[in-house]
Nanobody, 124 residues
């Protein structure tokens, strides 16, 4: 059984920063790719960022590239999403997830376990 717990969400003004954390337990965390997705009210879930097990390769949605940075600390079984220059359109619930096969990292359907989500609200 895998458990993922996100933290670090909150309310921030446009232009501000937040850092999300996702703590994992129940599997050998360091072996797997991880991803961040988000879902805004009335919209479909969308890919935000992903990172391979080594932490040396990352992928980003065009909408967050240059503003968000994903990283991982395998010793702490934790992944992070540093979000800078936040915009009102970044408002959503953010979810972290594990991709056991490290395939199609931009597709949410390829992920096997999900956290409960963290609310991020950016005011204008």
């Amino acid at each position: 059984q895998v458990q993922l717990v996100e933290s670090g969400g909150g309310l921030v003004q446009a232009g501000g920063s937040l850092r999300l954390s996702c703590a994992a337990s129940g599997r050998t965390f360091s072996s797997y790719a991880m991803g961040w997705f988000r879902q805004a009210p009335g919209k479909e879930r969308e890919f935000v960022a992903a990172i391979r097990w080594s932490g040396t390769t990352t992928y980003y949605a065009d909408s967050v590239k240059g503003r968000f940075t994903m990283s991982r600390d395998n010793a702490k079984n934790t992944v992070y999403l540093q979000m800078n220059s936040l915009k009102p359109e970044d408002t959503a619930i953010y979810y972290c997830a594990i991709n056991l096969k490290a395939t199609y990292l931009r597709l949410g359907t390829e992920y096997n376990y999900w956290g409960q989500g963290a609310q991020v609200t950016v005011s204008s």
